[in-house]
């Protein structure tokens, strides 16, 4: 287990990141829009879960593969430049790959990632004594904030162009994972309980 170490900075964004060794950043843009240390402690235990499942070393291996082919990729550009077809076509062919190559293999393995995070992080908090409820209302905010500010067409796009799921996507995703966790904070150990934490919502 990562000798996990945990810093916040000035950054008004609501964001939080996971580095290699357990280094967990969190935004300060965080602390406004979680209501009470449950809704907190899910951030945190997201940013644990990524580091528990070793989400950054399985992205550098996907990584490595992928520049390998495109190492291949090179080659080919070089040969068709050798063998006097048309350079332009055969760039724009190789973009399209890596274009391809995005949105069909590393987003869809970023978003199955965060997904894998929610429900260890879930789970983590859960174990930890804090209330699963508060990650399923920190997120009904957020999935409600991007119902009323996203387009129809901003949101289809959001869903394959980006590297987390839609918030509506996790919502009912933690929804469903909330009957699982029930069992483990009847097993919590009380060292985390919102009781003992400022928080009277139970």
């Given at each position: 287990?990562?000798?996990?170490?945990?810093?916040m900075?000035?950054?008004?964004?609501?964001?939080?990141?996971?580095?290699?060794?357990?280094?967990?950043?969190?935004?300060?843009?965080?602390?406004?829009?979680v209501?009470?240390?449950?809704?907190?402690a899910?951030?945190?235990?997201?940013?644990?879960?990524?580091?528990?499942?070793?989400?950054?070393g399985?992205?550098a291996?996907?990584?490595?593969?992928?520049?390998?082919?495109f190492?291949?990729?090179?080659?080919?550009?070089?040969?068709?430049?050798?063998?006097?077809?048309q350079?332009k076509?055969?760039e724009?062919?190789?973009?399209?790959?890596n274009?391809?190559?995005?949105l069909?293999?590393?987003?869809?393995?970023?978003?199955?990632?965060?997904?894998?995070?929610?429900?260890?992080g879930?789970?983590?908090?859960?174990?930890?004594?804090?209330?699963?409820q508060?990650?399923?209302?920190?997120?009904?905010?957020?999935?409600?904030?991007?119902?009323?500010?996203?387009?129809?067409?901003?949101?289809?796009?959001?869903?394959?162009?980006?590297?987390?799921?839609?918030?509506?996507?996790?919502?009912?995703?933690?929804?469903?994972?909330?009957?699982?966790?029930?069992?483990n904070?009847?097993?919590?150990?009380?060292?985390?309980?919102?009781?003992?934490?400022?928080?009277?919502?139970?």
């Amino acid at each position: 287990m990562p000798a996990f170490e945990f810093r916040m900075i000035s950054d008004s964004n609501f964001n939080a990141r996971c580095y290699f060794g357990g280094k967990i950043l969190v935004n300060a843009g965080v602390l406004p829009v979680v209501q009470n240390d449950d809704e907190f402690a899910f951030v945190i235990a997201h940013e644990m879960a990524h580091a528990l499942a070793r989400h950054a070393g399985e992205t550098a291996s996907w990584e490595i593969a992928r520049t390998k082919g495109f190492q291949f990729a090179s080659f080919i550009n070089d040969w068709a430049a050798e063998s006097r077809l048309q350079k332009k076509s055969v760039e724009l062919v190789l973009q399209g790959l890596n274009v391809a190559s995005i949105l069909t293999v590393s987003l869809p393995h970023d978003r199955l990632q965060e997904s894998e995070a929610d429900h260890l992080g879930l789970i983590l908090m859960t174990r930890a004594g804090y209330r699963p409820q508060a990650a399923v209302d920190l997120w009904r905010r957020m999935a409600e904030v991007q119902t009323n500010t996203a387009s129809l067409l901003s949101k289809a796009i959001a869903k394959y162009c980006s590297s987390h799921p839609p918030d509506a996507e996790r919502l009912a995703n933690l929804k469903l994972w909330l009957t699982e966790t029930a069992s483990n904070r009847q097993n919590a150990a009380p060292l985390g309980d919102s009781s003992q934490n400022g928080n009277d919502q139970k």
